[in-house]
């Protein structure tokens, strides 16, 4: 970006050097100004980190390390456990599930979009992706309790429960499928078009063009949209709140309630746990858990975006 | 004749190209992926029909000026959650977005292309990636405690503005990056200084997408339920926010709160409450739209 | 009428003319039956023809050239033949244009049936990121080859002339290639297929001169087996290489002959004009 040099001529504006001076004291406070507000970010960074290690230190004080780690149970208010497996477990779960119902639904919907949609097509088509990624989650939470359960679940699993794993999952999945197709929209659409070209001149179908030269080198950056979806869906937390209980146990089941870490937070402030109080400090350990593995997710997901864009761009 | 009819067709001995078996299989897939698509308009279609099918008789202007009432369940309003709503979108768009504009006028138009910068833009990408539940961690420490604000809309503002700042700060630099170099260099030449370019040039040319930018980020920030539950809003309120350091509730809260009791006539007013919600989020997305297209109307070029 | 030329002009010709003798004695059948066969093709993109009006045919086991100053609608003429203009929205297709008979845009012709039997080369190469091998061996692999496909990659990289620059590395990206020897792969990519008819789009305007000579020698060879089309906008490469050039311009047929006539007694003032360098 240049940087203007204009030297007004000293003679037509008698005071010009001292105007000038004062001109650039003021640019320069202005600059500072601006400068400070981006600081806010750092600032922000810097204080989640030092908030949640600082206050999540006393816990690690009370509770040892083995056991934080390989205790099976999650019970810090009423039973003293506090093994933190089974609210991994629980978001484990919730994510892959979500995942499963996204990915598939996403990527076909990416390559519908890039690969057969006309423009007005596209045109609707981004709207209603746009839509559906501003719906509030307390919305979808409350889709998957009064809607996906009885009306979809239950009739296929006649012993699911009432909270469940799975109605959550399917409502987070919906949730980033925006995300997903726009993103992996964006890489199919990044691969350049005499590669398609080159495919079917040598007598492919559309579906082998998209799926078997497209797709793949398209690979990374779907990879990448698909991480950031995955980070989306471990750090959510009301839907699951609302659809899938508060129970934390170990579990692969899908029909049974289940607990995430971010759900646990928000059990947990809507009560009365008074500060000083383990349980109290309970959240900010969970806080520190969700916050360090979204953000290795996010940090890979944009490395394997940059480099994604280095080939394409 | 007979070999030009199939002149196309005719393989060599070594192919079997079974383009018949192929053509239905990529027409299959075709079906497959338009139905994809279509999934998730039929999912919209169908949580709004739901929703609508459950709260929508109990909509009124009753109901939107009427408090929570817990002797006859069917009879409550959402007064109370709908101001502290209100209250919400006025101080985060206050906190939020002059900071916000300022941030990505400071990284876009005046910070040196250095590695120091490129890292400052990763921690903002990393930032916006943070759940929600954190920032309320980091307001109900910062803001409710440190700071001394209680459990008051002004703190859950503050942890909502921290919440969307990284994303209305992104999407202000891509408005601000999309106007042509050409205005900024027609500026410079006629000596003025790079303040005075951003303010009355670049700036007035990039403020619709700035504003529908904005919008769309203040629009996530009335979604949220999880930080304002950190921080400290009530779910059962019978007082409306007189100032900003009063207790407050939030329509996304009374939604879960609602959603949580069991009873049918909940589950009804979970609905009408979420129509409202939504009724403000169109109302928001209305507003960037109609922004968008008047500003558009008034441009020269 | 005697006309002043101007000295380059004069040159300009000459050395085409040289270039056309310089080459073998060819026996061309100028009787066989077309290959491919335009009747007033016309090709319009939304209210633009392209292309207009043009009747041609290509004879079997020639090289014949299409040149023309861009823009003339060569380009989307060559991709009329192999239906890759179906990609582009708002295409119009008139006229009737016959493969071996058939026409190639009736409603019942399937474009990719026709891909196999017509290959194509492009302007700048574009191979798979995969590995050579995959290069080549991805197209037959697809449309369900039966036989040895070790044995057809490496007899189409040698009719490429590549072989022997890869043949220790046919597992290797194929991205690792120089510019030329992509080019020489996507050619074995596309001979691969056997098809009939090869259309070359400007296949050496990205090519340095070794490697454009490499590939010119190499449509020599060719064009034993294969019918080859191809469009080129630089007018020495026609002399070189083809046996027949049409020439186009503002997308009609002006003129086609056998090269060393065209080149030497053209008929027509547009011709004359634009490969003494009037225009172009």
């Known amino acids: 970006m240049p940087r203007p040099e204009c030297e007004r001529q000293a003679a037509t504006q008698p005071d010009g050097a001292k105007m000038r001076r004062w001109q650039r004291l003021r640019e320069g406070g202005l600059e500072g100004v601006l400068l400070l507000c981006a600081l806010v970010s750092v600032a922000t960074t810097m204080g989640i980190v030092w908030v949640l290690f600082s206050e999540s230190l006393p816990f690690f004080r009370h509770v040892p390390l083995t056991e934080f780690l390989f205790d099976r149970q999650w019970a810090p208010r009423t039973g003293q456990e506090y093994g933190i497996l089974p609210l991994l477990c629980g978001t484990f779960l919730i994510s892959i599930l979500s995942l499963a119902v996204a990915i598939p639904i996403g990527l076909a919907a990416a390559i519908y979009l890039s690969e057969y949609a006309s423009r007005p097509v596209r045109q609707i088509a981004k709207p209603v992706l746009e839509i559906l990624a501003g719906i509030p989650t307390v919305v979808y939470g409350y889709f998957a309790l009064t809607f996906i359960t009885p009306h979809v679940l239950r009739p296929l699993f006649p012993s699911i429960e009432v909270f469940n794993a799975l109605s959550a999952a399917i409502v987070i999945g919906i949730m980033i499928v925006p995300t997903v197709c726009s993103l992996s929209d964006d890489a199919l659409r990044a691969v350049p078009r005499s590669l398609r070209e080159a495919a079917y001149a040598v007598s492919a179908t559309k579906l082998e063009v998209s799926t078997r030269i497209v797709l793949p080198a398209a690979l990374s950056g779907v990879t990448a949209a698909v991480l950031l979806a995955l980070a989306r869906a471990v750090g959510e937390t009301m839907a699951v709140a609302i659809a899938a209980g508060s129970t934390p146990k170990i579990t692969l089941n899908p029909l049974v309630s289940v607990q995430t870490v971010a759900a646990y937070i928000v059990q947990v402030s809507k009560g009365d746990a008074p500060t000083g109080t383990i349980e109290y400090q309970s959240i900010y350990m969970a806080g520190l858990i969700l916050f360090l593995i979204t953000l290795a997710i996010n940090l890979v997901a944009h490395r394997i975006m940059a480099r994604f864009r280095e080939v394409y761009e | ?301 | 009428m005697v006309t002043v030329s101007r000295p380059v002009a004069a040159t300009q010709t000459l050395n085409l003319a040289s270039l056309v003798s310089a080459r073998p004695e060819t026996i061309i059948d100028q009787n066989s039956s077309p290959v491919i066969r335009t009747e007033d093709l016309t090709i319009r993109y939304g209210s633009f023809a392209a292309v207009r009006n043009v009747t041609l045919d290509i004879l079997p086991k020639q090289v014949t050239a299409i040149i023309g100053p861009s823009g003339c609608g060569k380009s989307t003429f060559l991709r009329a033949i192999n239906r890759m203009n179906d990609f582009v929205d708002g295409v119009n297709v008139s006229g009737r244009l016959m493969f071996l008979g058939q026409d190639v845009y009736a409603p019942g012709t399937d474009p990719v049936a026709l891909r196999r039997r017509i290959g194509m080369v492009f302007q700048k190469p574009n191979p798979f990121p995969k590995s050579i091998f995959k290069n080549v061996a991805w197209g037959p692999q697809v449309n369900g080859y039966s036989g040895n496909l070790a044995e057809l990659v490496e007899e189409s990289l040698r009719k490429a002339g590549l072989w022997d620059e890869v043949k220790d590395k046919l597992d290797h990206s194929a991205l690792t290639l120089s510019g030329g020897q992509q080019q020489r792969l996507c050619i074995a990519r596309a001979i691969a297929m056997q098809p009939e008819v090869l259309l070359m789009d400007e296949p050496c305007s990205s090519l340095d001169p070794i490697a454009t000579a490499r590939v010119e020698d190499l449509i020599d060879e060719l064009k034993s087996q294969y019918t080859v089309v191809l469009v080129t906008h630089n007018m020495q490469q026609a002399a070189r290489v083809s046996d027949r050039t049409a020439f186009m311009l503002m997308g009609q047929l002006v003129e086609v002959d056998l090269t060393s006539r065209l080149f030497t007694t053209p008929h027509d003032p547009r011709t004359q004009d634009y490969i003494t360098g009037r225009f172009g």
């Open chain 2, 1 to 301: 004749m007979s070999q030009a009819d199939s002149a196309i067709d005719w393989q060599p001995v070594q192919f079997r190209p079974r383009l018949a078996a192929r053509r239905v299989l990529g027409g299959l897939f075709g079906l497959a992926c338009r139905l994809a698509a279509l999934a998730a308009g039929l999912v919209l279609g169908c949580l709004l029909w739901h929703v609508w099918r459950q709260g929508g008789h109990l909509l009124s202007l009753r109901f939107l000026t009427s408090f929570e009432s817990t002797l006859d369940p069917l009879a409550s309003g959402v007064k109370s959650p709908l101001w502290g709503t209100v209250w919400l979108i006025g101080l985060t768009t206050i906190l939020a977005v002059p900071v916000g504009i300022a941030a990505a006028v400071y990284l876009e138009e005046f910070a040196p292309r250095s590695r120091l910068m490129q890292l400052l833009h990763l921690n903002i990408a990393n930032l916006a990636g943070v759940p929600s539940v954190v920032y309320g961690l980091l307001g109900l420490t910062v803001f409710v405690r440190w700071c001394a604000l209680g459990r008051s809309v002004l703190a859950g503002a503050a942890a909502l503005a921290l919440l969307i700042l990284p994303v209305a700060i992104i999407t202000t630099r891509e408005a601000l990056a999309a106007v042509p170099q050409s205005i900024r260099q027609a500026a410079y030449s006629v000596g003025a200084t790079r303040w005075q370019t951003v303010r009355d040039h670049v700036l007035p040319a990039a403020l619709p997408a700035i504003m529908t930018g904005m919008i769309l980020a203040l629009s996530r920030a009335v979604g949220e339920a999880a930080p304002l539950i950190v921080v400290g809003a009530v779910a059962y309120s019978r007082t409306v926010p007189t100032s900003p350091l009063d207790g407050f509730s939030a329509l996304p809260i009374k939604i879960f709160n609602w959603s949580e009791l069991a009873s049918p006539e909940f589950v009804q007013l979970t609905g009408a409450a979420i129509l409202v919600l939504l009724g403000v989020l169109l109302g928001t997305s209305a507003l960037a739209v109609g922004i968008r297209a008047w500003y558009q109307r008034r441009r020269l070029w």
